[in-house]
């Protein structure tokens, strides 16, 4: 029995052994009944901390959950889906911009008092920040949307991704949902606009059904990042398997285009000119053209014309006298038929 005992016990710490040794010789007081309930507790404590592991949605590793911050967000579970590791990486501090990333995605509220008091600590600044907004009663029910970004508590709504987007202000939410239709909370509309500014410029809107495509594509990618966020990985895939049948429906990508998407029903040159002289004047030739020749033809032309006027014992012409006497003619010709047509209207008339 003695031996099975000791077997047993031979895994579990030092102390908690020299303890129950004193326990089953009945030397065991009351301090260290106490003593052996309190370390037993830790040991178990600390094991089911080792137990408890997430993924991160960033660097894609399993990790313990003691490597995640705390969130108040009803976005998580009591824990960011995002390790410190990874956000130590993404942290600029001569960038304010990436620590409001950050914040943003945690749905934790900055503000500038706080911020400057995590500075004035000597461990790191994010991390004491979070342990405030964490611990501190004045972050109580807020989130990124209370930001204040200056030291006389105004606050500011602010809506920001990776890139520098205007502020709630500049969109009018009735326009938002007649633009991305109705039924999705209002944050969300500014996040689809949001979106919509970011991406506009990578994709050929050639007509109103590509916009159209375009627009459902902006609310399925956010709807997807929001998921993401939540950590809710299989939502999360349903919005991107909508957002790839929509880009392919829309034919969103150039490489799905036909030549005629890309070139606007235009195949050849000659229906491009033909469509700039539709719709504009015909643009005269520029000098480069008419002062000197370009070709053979011209030289040839050019080198006659002095030939003839040699014989004839007058000095040799410029190349730009030659286009001068061409449009000369031209424009007697144009007056001349003008005035046939005229006349021949005019006898119409009075037949």
């Given at each position: 029995m003695v031996g099975f005992i000791s077997l047993k016990l031979e895994s579990r710490p030092p102390k908690f052994f020299i303890i129950y040794n004193k326990c089953h010789t009945g030397t065991l007081f009351m301090g260290e009944r106490l003593d052996v309930m309190s370390t037993k507790r830790k040991v178990e404590s600390q094991q089911n901390a080792i137990k408890q592991r997430q993924s991160c949605i960033k660097c894609k590793k399993e990790k313990p959950i003691a490597q995640y911050y705390n969130s108040k967000s009803p976005m998580f579970d009591g824990k960011i889906t995002i390790c410190k590791d990874c956000i130590k990486l993404m942290i600029d501090?001569?960038?304010?911009?990436?620590?409001y990333t950050i914040l943003q995605q945690m749905d934790i509220k900055f503000d500038t008092f706080y911020w400057e008091k995590s500075l004035e600590s000597k461990t790191d600044t994010f991390a004491r920040y979070v342990t405030m907004?964490?611990?501190?009663?004045?972050?109580?029910?807020?989130?990124?949307?209370?930001?204040?970004?200056?030291?006389?508590k105004t606050s500011v709504e602010v809506n920001k991704s990776d890139d520098e987007f205007p502020s709630k202000k500049n969109y009018d939410i009735s326009q938002l949902k007649s633009k991305y239709g109705y039924g999705y909370p209002d944050d969300e509309y500014y996040l689809f606009e949001d979106k919509y500014q970011q991406l506009k410029t990578s994709f050929q809107l050639l007509t109103t059904m590509h916009e159209e495509y375009f627009r459902e594509f902006c609310v399925n990618k956010v709807k997807e990042t929001l998921a993401k966020a939540k950590g809710n990985f299989k939502e999360a895939k349903e919005w991107a398997a909508?957002?790839?049948?929509?880009?392919?429906?829309?034919?969103?990508?150039?490489?799905?285009?036909?030549?005629?998407?890309?070139?606007?029903?235009?195949?050849?040159?000659?229906?491009?000119?033909?469509?700039?002289?539709?719709?504009?004047?015909?643009?005269?030739?520029?000098?480069?053209?008419?002062?000197?020749?370009?070709?053979?033809?011209?030289?040839?032309?050019?080198?006659?014309?002095?030939?003839?006027?040699?014989?004839?014992?007058?000095?040799?012409?410029?190349?730009?006298?030659?286009?001068?006497?061409?449009?000369?003619?031209?424009?007697?010709?144009?007056?001349?038929?003008?005035?046939?047509?005229?006349?021949?209207?005019?006898v119409d008339a009075n037949g």
């Amino acid at each position: 029995m003695v031996g099975f005992i000791s077997l047993k016990l031979e895994s579990r710490p030092p102390k908690f052994f020299i303890i129950y040794n004193k326990c089953h010789t009945g030397t065991l007081f009351m301090g260290e009944r106490l003593d052996v309930m309190s370390t037993k507790r830790k040991v178990e404590s600390q094991q089911n901390a080792i137990k408890q592991r997430q993924s991160c949605i960033k660097c894609k590793k399993e990790k313990p959950i003691a490597q995640y911050y705390n969130s108040k967000s009803p976005m998580f579970d009591g824990k960011i889906t995002i390790c410190k590791d990874c956000i130590k990486l993404m942290i600029d501090y001569k960038n304010m911009d990436s620590i409001y990333t950050i914040l943003q995605q945690m749905d934790i509220k900055f503000d500038t008092f706080y911020w400057e008091k995590s500075l004035e600590s000597k461990t790191d600044t994010f991390a004491r920040y979070v342990t405030m907004a964490n611990s501190f009663p004045q972050f109580d029910g807020t989130s990124w949307k209370d930001s204040v970004f200056d030291n006389d508590k105004t606050s500011v709504e602010v809506n920001k991704s990776d890139d520098e987007f205007p502020s709630k202000k500049n969109y009018d939410i009735s326009q938002l949902k007649s633009k991305y239709g109705y039924g999705y909370p209002d944050d969300e509309y500014y996040l689809f606009e949001d979106k919509y500014q970011q991406l506009k410029t990578s994709f050929q809107l050639l007509t109103t059904m590509h916009e159209e495509y375009f627009r459902e594509f902006c609310v399925n990618k956010v709807k997807e990042t929001l998921a993401k966020a939540k950590g809710n990985f299989k939502e999360a895939k349903e919005w991107a398997a909508m957002v790839k049948d929509v880009a392919e429906a829309g034919k969103l990508k150039p490489s799905q285009m036909s030549k005629a998407d890309l070139s606007g029903g235009l195949d050849t040159f000659g229906q491009l000119a033909r469509l700039v002289e539709e719709n504009n004047e015909i643009m005269s030739l520029l000098p480069l053209f008419t002062e000197q020749p370009k070709d053979k033809v011209d030289v040839t032309l050019w080198c006659y014309i002095n030939y003839v006027r040699d014989l004839k014992g007058l000095p040799e012409c410029e190349y730009k006298e030659i286009y001068a006497f061409y449009d000369k003619k031209k424009e007697d010709y144009e007056n001349q038929m003008s005035d046939n047509s005229f006349n021949s209207e005019e006898v119409d008339a009075n037949g």
